[in-house]
């Protein structure tokens, strides 16, 4: 069967209202995002969240992922556990068996119709997101961005990747920048943000931030990084003056 939406990369314009924030790899655990959302104060009228992929498996609220990607304000580039999963469902050579020993039993457990509709869904989303602030665009990659230059990421040609494309595997599954500790400046971009690696806090190499905090895991936390100052957003001061929740 072949891929019905070729791969693909979205840009979004200056949000001149409300804040940008992004979010490490959720994992099914929908609702401890909510909490953190709460936490600070994010408004659904005028504020944007963008995941990083990673959306499914391993949380216990997998299962609401189309739920959270019909709401108009989130917006998620994919990551290797979507591809596993809209490619187990589609029948796309691929071993079911490492999907589930990741974290996706859960979409086994679901009507037919209902894998086809998260299947088709997942393999929609794109691949890389580039969010417009008031000091330059930012990128999101799940893993790695494989160029050292924006400019040149922009400019291949998309409709020719497919799914086992040196690039595609680059962005979704290897983190070699993060492992070989590589801090050199991705050109012609403020700065890119992965997820796929876990990371005890924040970690900056050269421009490339990696965010994934590791909230899904007991002893981990979601950061929430806003795109426009580069900063994680802690949680507001309740009215006896303290903050909730951790950050």
Known sequence: MQRPNPFRLESFSLNRRGRDIAVGDIHGCFQEIATRLTQIGFDKSVDRLFCVGDLIDRGSQSDQVLEWLDEPWLHSIMGNH?????????????????????????????????????????SALPLVIEVETPNGIVGLVHADSYFDDWFELRSIDWTQLHDDAPFVRCCLWSPLRFKRQYRRVVKNVRVVIHGHVTVPGVTVLGNTFYIDTGGWLPEGHFTLLNLHTLMPELPRALPDGSAGGKA
């Open 82 to 122: 979507e591809q596993m999963a809209w490619r187990s469902v589609k029948g796309i050579p691929f071993d079911r068996r490492f999907h589930q020993m990741n974290g996706g039993e859960w979409l086994e457990l679901l009507p037919v119709d209902e894998q086809m509709a998260i299947a088709e869904r997942l």
